[in-house]
């Protein structure tokens, strides 16, 4: 999927994100948020692939600079967001694993 059929699909529904595809453990999805970043911890692991945009990512308690392209690695239940992100800011977003996170 393209991302620009992933954001029009993210317009048929009315939250910042928009689930596209499942297959075992594995979500993917796309993520917009307008202005605010209202996330809060997710139970599995996740990895952001951002497609447009920049701005700031939080997590962690750590805040670093992010850019388009850039991969992002989220554990499970960890505090995470992303903050003073330019308007065309979104992401792709993969969920994958148990609850609580893989365990090393």
Do not use: N
Request: include cysteine; proline fraction near 7%.
């Amino acid at each position: 999927m393209t991302p620009t059929a992933a954001l029009a699909a993210l317009e048929q529904v009315d939250t910042p994100f928009a689930a596209l595809f499942r297959h075992g453990s594995l979500e993917v999805e796309i993520y917009r948020p307008v202005g605010v970043d209202k996330q809060t911890p997710h139970r599995r692991d996740e990895v952001y692939v951002v497609v447009a945009g920049r701005g700031q990512f939080f997590c962690g308690g750590e805040r670093r600079p992010f850019e388009s392209g850039e991969v992002l690695f989220v554990p499970a239940g960890v505090e995470h967001r992303f903050e003073d992100f330019s308007e065309d800011f979104c992401t792709w977003v993969f969920f994958y694993g148990p609850e609580g996170g893989e365990v090393l």
